[in-house]
């Protein structure tokens, strides 16, 4: 599964997320911002977070810098102001069966960069591509919209 990091939708009140939760009291002061995951299941959330924040048994590391949180314990944290130092929120994900994202690299179909906190949770979202690509040391001007081998 993948998360698109750089479709922004817009901010949420954690307090209209938690507003259901009986032992919880919102703060109107906490936003996250909210960003289109994926095409698959859109209604569900998925918090990409600094790793600095670990929910037991909830948590997914995904590389030293980043982690993974599906619960809503990981946004009454925030709320709390004890939450992960760098967070967003994703609606939904991208998903491949078994083999078919290690395929699509086989074929060149895919462009890979190093994850950076920085691109991902500071820079603005219409600057991501460009800065994923500038770390490669890509022009994206010089690339072509037509596919094939050399």
């Given at each position: 599964m993948g998360l698109i990091v750089n479709k922004f939708l817009g901010f949420m009140k954690l307090s209209e997320?938690?507003?259901?939760?009986?032992?919880?009291?919102?703060?109107?002061s906490h936003r996250l911002?909210?960003?289109?995951?994926?095409?698959?299941e859109r209604g569900r959330g998925f918090v990409l977070h600094s790793s600095d924040y670990n929910s037991?048994?909830?948590?997914?590391?995904?590389?030293?810098?980043?982690?993974?949180?599906?619960?809503?314990?990981?946004?009454?944290?925030?709320?709390?102001?004890?939450?992960?130092?760098?967070?967003?929120l994703s609606l939904g994900y991208?998903?491949?069966g078994p083999g078919q994202l290690e395929d699509?690299?086989?074929?060149?179909?895919?462009?890979?960069?190093?994850?950076?906190?920085h691109l991902i949770?500071?820079?603005?979202?219409?600057?991501k591509w460009d800065g994923a690509l500038k770390q490669i040391g890509v022009d994206p001007q010089l690339l072509?919209?037509?596919?094939?081998?050399?």
């Open positions: 997320i938690l507003a259901n939760q009986d032992d919880n009291q919102p703060d109107d911002p909210v960003h289109f995951g994926g095409p698959v037991e048994g909830a948590s997914l590391k995904v590389t030293d810098s980043f982690s993974m949180t599906a619960t809503l314990d990981v946004l009454e944290e925030i709320n709390r102001g004890s939450g992960p130092e760098f967070a967003i991208a998903g491949w699509e690299i086989k074929e060149n179909s895919w462009l890979i960069a190093e994850p950076d906190q949770f500071v820079e603005e979202d219409e600057h072509s919209g037509t596919a094939g081998r050399a």
